[in-house]
């Protein structure tokens, strides 16, 4: 992988910082997320693609984790295979 599609992240103390991968980077913006659902979306990078995996309840939410990870994958075309289902089938 080239080094472009490597990111700095804070560790344990902001004097330190590991590189993660795209995909890395935006689960972690995932993970931060205030809407507790987008916590289950799963990101992989596919050439230089990043592509966007789970079930959502909405088109809504599906559309904020796009948005939450573009500023991680902003050279990398984002491709949005989230599913948005039945609430009650989303767990």
Do not use: W
């Not at 902001?14 to 799963?42: G, I, K, N």
């Amino acid at each position: 992988m080239s080094q472009a599609s490597y990111f700095e992240l804070p560790v344990d103390r902001p004097d330190r910082c590991v590189h993660a991968s795209v995909s890395d980077a935006a689960e972690l913006m995932l993970r931060q997320s205030r809407y507790l659902q987008l916590r289950r979306v799963h990101c992989e990078e596919q050439g230089d693609k990043l592509v966007l995996h789970g079930r959502l309840p909405s088109y809504y939410l599906k559309q904020i984790a796009q948005t939450t990870v573009a500023a991680v994958a902003a050279e990398h075309p984002i491709v949005n295979e989230i599913e948005v289902v039945n609430c009650a089938l989303v767990q």
